[in-house]
Nanobody, 117 residues
Framework: QVQLVESGGGLVQPGGSLRLSCAAS????????MAWHRQTPGKQRELVAL???????NYADSVKGRFTISRDNAKNTLYLQMNSLKAEDTAVYYC???????????WGQGTQVTVSS
């Protein structure tokens, strides 16, 4: 079955950077579009960035110019490079196939990103 394991989160000061990773197994990773989502308590999960199987990318307006999504199909791994982090980027970050509502892959445990001085 599909398994997604996120890592790389942590505590960082405003203006800092983090690189998140998502290791996927149980799926032909290269065949699927993939996405990063984030969620804060009391709010719905929101789409942050998406990358197609062909490498095309799309970003939420709130992260454009600061975040970069990428993938390594040889390693079945998805990445999110986050620069110029702001307090409002604080959230639990999850990866999933896209569109998640159709693929219905199970969500991983996520990785906590906290941006604070």
């Amino acid at each position: 079955q599909v398994q997604l394991v996120e890592s790389g989160g942590g505590l960082v000061q405003p203006g800092g950077s983090l690189r998140l990773s998502c290791a996927a197994s149980g799926v032909i990773f290269s065949s699927y579009s993939m996405a990063w989502h984030r969620q804060t308590p009391g709010k719905q999960r929101e789409l942050v960035a998406l990358i197609t199987s062909g490498g095309g990318t799309n970003y939420a307006d709130s992260v454009k110019g600061r975040f970069t999504i990428s993938r390594d199909n040889a390693k079945n791994t998805l990445y999110l490079q986050m620069n110029s982090l702001k307090a409002e980027d604080t959230a639990v970050y999850y990866c999933n196939g896209a569109p998640s509502i159709l693929l219905k892959w199970p969500w991983g445990q996520g990785t906590q990103v906290t941006v604070s001085s």
